[in-house]
């Protein structure tokens, strides 16, 4: 029996053998194509292709690309679990002409590799096409079903025409479109299906869709034919190796029995040993732990909107369908390796993104769960009285609530109602939720299920809020109003800790603790005057109380003050080493490093570097003291306080002074509103990183502090033992030591390459004596490794002059990597007779590689990333010969 990975090698190789460029999967997630949530066929990477916006290296492609279908037009997610056949993710196998060959190798293909490769008896294959429609004016397909009849040995009987429903294929309103042939298998044991083609029955399904883009849709609906017919086939990998395994459904096929068997595992009871309905359980777990674990590895992230809302409403589903096998708690993540096992040959990002997909899925299962049993009790209670009261449908408020405090998704309370043979009011929650702010309002209660953007609620007055974080970083305080903005809360607080980004420094971090609710706050920022906490939330958000407890993360914090008061010394530093011309031109002051902009006009030599680190040190270990003070801006720039060029200062300043005592002058003052130590001590080490220009008369330096550069430090020495040791010399004489055997190498190198050179146009006369003969023109193929590109130019001049009626290919292969190089050498004679242009010629041949080049006639160079197509591109170039 084939394994999966061996039935998509097979068609992979298959196609490639008839000239198709295997192009990888796109991302599930497409995020360069708004108009989708996810890539849902192979032919989304190719629709600029189709559309004529875009061209590929190539006319033939194949590919299996990860794909899925839960929204809009293709939504399979009821289905899914119920039935075997159905998945939210699933691979669709595909192949492609782009202008080149058409219906009549599309159908013998597909033939050739279903029945003579993979061994489908014929008997049990049906081939659907087009049957014409009198609307668009479309008479039917006869070319295909002639082709079927003519290319394969189908039984004739076995052709059947389809409308349009079933066999026209279209990308949306307008654009390319075309007819189809769909190939469909009788899985019936008497072979009996012939009349359950298309009606739907899982016992003949379709494995493969070979589209025939032919027209293109006008905005007026007129079909329009096209100059370049298109190829774009699609078959349901997973169906087709449930037909090559021979089992009964998709989900006995080695893609899903592993993932079954390991769910088996935790459940403490084998798929097979399970009742019917906890069967479906089994199932829908292991299929959405399939789009969860691609989804996530390709970017998606779990939220509330967009294709986040979906990756959550999948988690939550499986989640609940997790407690009909008596699993509360969070297992889902734990699959994600054997997921892993079975995909990752063929996909490797999601064996990188492994440890990553499971700490997500983790988190969100952790938050669901602590809501999750209390909501199915709740619907429960809800079944009961509905069903009490002889009533058939659960109303839109009860459903809401389900939403609101308990995180069901609307779609997750229809799955359970009609488990129940019940409906959900689906109008009455969507008015629900138009009343939610309203309703919380006039229950002294605020819940942030509907808020929409940029729209504040306020639960508590405040004249004015006010920042204290300068000496309080755990504060109790009320929210004075909260909004839910990109999946985030955004929280004011009427008095808060939390500093917001400004000046350089990135915003505080930190909870905030109410009761019943924790926020993580990842970020502040200021708008309107205000302090703006942006915060997740580990769980579905009430607020019946708007006292909270507002906490910093003070293992960011207090590094964040090393660097803020470094890059004040550093400032005064560069002043004092490289003249008062300097001046702040911008700063990131965050946890991990500093970096300061400023104003100069040159490199900043090495021993002025020196100096400048020596001053910042000299400074810290002095211990000065770092005091601040309010005053009005005139005042302070009389006084010298440095400002930042460019921003808005208000009538009363924040000023930042360090120096000696109060009675000294300081070696510091600037106009600052940011956060810093009390005394320089604090600070720790100061260590320059890197100095660098980023714009005309404007240098950068980068700097660690305190732990960070005492890593550095420690780093930097253990580099200095090892050197020592390898290189057999002392620290101080390491440069010279190091230049010595560069300056060797590179001798050697340079006497290797000679050599190298002349061992290569000594090969002419035997290249000559190996030629192909193609009647009176000679081939000379030449393959290295690593060449000097300009000796292999040589060597195709040494061909040229040495024999008549010559074409030379050199082929060139990069030591570590699939590029590959071409020099093409064609005799005067040949151009002159033949019209051969060793420009075109290597052009050409390039493209079968994904590659491009060109040049003169008779001396032309190309390149190509794939090596793989070497064999492809050798042909190319016989039978181009060949046929002059």
């Known amino acids: 029996m084939k394994t999966s990975r061996q039935i998509r090698q097979d068609f992979i190789d298959f196609f490639k053998k008839h000239g198709h460029t295997f192009v990888p999967s796109s991302p599930v997630v497409p995020h360069e194509d708004p108009t989708l949530l996810f890539t849902n066929a192979g032919m989304n990477q190719f629709k600029d292709v189709f559309l004529e916006t875009g061209i590929r290296p190539y006319n033939r ?7 899925i279908r839960v929204s809009g037009k293709h939504n399979d997610l009821e289905e899914v679990g119920h039935d075997t056949y159905h998945h939210t993710y699933f691979e669709m196998l595909g192949n492609w002409s782009f202008g080149d060959y058409f219906k009549k190798e599309a159908i013998r293909w597909a033939w050739e590799l279903l029945t003579e490769v993979w061994g489908i008896p014929k008997e049990r294959l049906y081939a659907t096409v087009f049957g014409g429609d009198a609307e668009d004016g479309l008479e039917p397909d006869e070319e295909a079903e002639k082709l079927w009849k003519e290319v394969t040995d189908i039984d004739p009987a076995h052709v059947r025409r389809f409308g349009k429903k079933d066999n026209f294929w279209e990308m949306g309103d307008t654009g390319p479109c075309g007819p189809c042939s769909e190939i469909h298998i009788d899985l019936t044991a008497d072979l009996s299906g012939g009349d359950l083609v298309n009606a739907g029955d899982p016992r003949v399904m379709e494995i493969w869709n070979l589209v025939f883009i032919q027209f293109n849709r006008q905005a007026d609906g007129k079909l329009q034919p096209l100059p370049a017919k298109h190829v774009d086939t699609g078959m349901g990998f997973e169906r087709v190796v449930r037909v090559l395994q021979n089992v009964e459904s998709n ?29 479906v359980a089994f199932r829908v777990i292991a299929d959405h732990i399939r789009m969860l674990t691609f989804s996530i590895s390709d970017g998606g992230l779990p939220s509330n909107e967009g294709r986040g809302y979906v990756i959550r409403r999948i988690l939550r589903r499986a989640a609940r369908y997790a407690r009909k096998l008596n699993l509360h708690e969070p297992f889902i993540y734990q699959l994600t390796p054997t997921v892993v096992a079975i995909n990752g040959e063929a996909f490797p990002e999601i064996v990188e993104k492994q440890s990553y997909v499971m700490e997500v899925i983790k988190a969100e299962e952790e938050n669901f769960n602590k809501t999750l049993d209390r909501g199915l009790e709740i619907f429960g209670d809800i079944v009961k009285r509905i069903k009490g009261e002889g009533k058939r449908s659960i109303p839109g408020e009860e459903a809401f609530r389900l939403y609101d405090t308990f995180g069901f998704p609307l779609d997750l309370t229809r799955i359970m109602a009609q488990e129940q043979e019940l409906s959900v009011d689906e109008a009455g929650f969507e008015a629900e939720m138009e009343k939610q702010r309203e309703r919380a309002r006039k229950a002294g209660k605020f819940t942030l299920a509907a808020v929409s953007s940029d729209d504040w609620e306020v639960l508590t007055p405040a004249e004015e809020t006010k920042f204290v974080g300068y000496e309080n970083t755990s504060i109790v305080t009320r929210i004075h109003k909260i909004a839910r903005r990109n999946g985030n809360y955004h929280l004011v607080l009427a008095e808060t800790p939390f500093y917001a980004e400004a000046g350089g420094q990135v915003g505080d971090r930190g909870r905030i603790v109410g009761e019943g609710f924790e926020l993580e706050v990842v970020d502040t920022q200021k708008e309107g005057g205000h302090n703006v906490s942006i915060c997740v939330s580990r769980g579905p958000l009430e607020i019946s109380n708007p006292e909270v407890h507002a906490l910093v993360d003070m293992e960011r914090r207090t590094p964040t003050t090393y660097n803020h008061t470094a890059t004040h010394l550093l400032h005064a530093a560069l002043r004092k080493v490289l003249g008062e011309h300097v001046r702040q031109a911008g700063s990131l002051v965050a946890p991990d490093h500093l970096r300061f902009d400023f104003t100069h006009f040159k490199k900043v030599e090495k021993e002025q570097l020196e100096e400048i680190e020596r001053i910042v040190n000299e400074r810290i270990q002095s211990d000065f003291a770092v005091e601040y003070y309010y005053t009005d801006f005139d005042a302070a720039r009389k006084k010298g306080a440095m400002a930042l060029f460019g921003e808005k200062y208000g009538d009363v300043v924040r000023v930042v002074s360090i120096a000696p005592s109060p009675k000294d002058s300081p070696v510091s003052l600037e106009l600052c509103g940011g956060c810093h130590v009390k005394h320089t ?27 960070k550069a005492v890593e550095y430090i420690q780093h930097s020495r253990n580099l200095l033992r090892d050197l020592d040791q390898l290189l057999n010399s002392p620290a101080e004489g390491l440069a010279p030591r190091l230049k010595e055997i560069l300056d060797q190498a590179r001798s050697l190198e340079k006497q290797l390459q000679q050599l190298k050179a002349q061992q290569v146009l000594q090969q002419g006369d035997e290249f000559l004596r190996k030629a192909e003969k193609f009647g009176q023109i000679s081939l000379v193929i030449g393959e290295f490794q690593d060449a000097d590109l300009e000796v292999l130019k040589q060597l195709g001049d040494t061909l040229r002059h040495r024999s008549p009626y010559t074409v030379g290919f050199l082929v060139n292969r990069a030591e570590n990597g699939g590029v590959v190089n071409f020099v093409c050498t064609v005799t005067d004679d040949l151009i002159k007779e033949k019209k051969l242009d060793a420009g075109s010629l290597v052009k050409q041949a390039a493209q079968i590689a994904g590659g491009g080049g060109g040049g003169r006639p008779h001396l032309a160079t190309a390149g190509a990333k794939n090596a793989e197509k070497l064999p492809e591109v050798l042909e190319f170039v016989r039978k181009k010969l060949a046929g002059l």
Request: glycine letters at 10%; one cysteine or more; a negative charge.
């Open 61 to 67: 492609a194949a590919n299996s690309q990860k794909c």
């Open 251 to 279: 989900y006995d096929t080695d893609i899903f029995l592993p993932i079954l068997e390991h769910i088996g595992r935790i459940a403490g009871k084998p798929y097979r040993e399970a009742s019917a309905e906890q069967q």
């Open 681 to 707: 001590g604090q600070i720790g080490p100061f260590i320059i990183t890197q100095e660098s220009s980023i714009a005309s008369g404007v240098r950068r330096i980068e700097a660690l502090t305190g732990p």
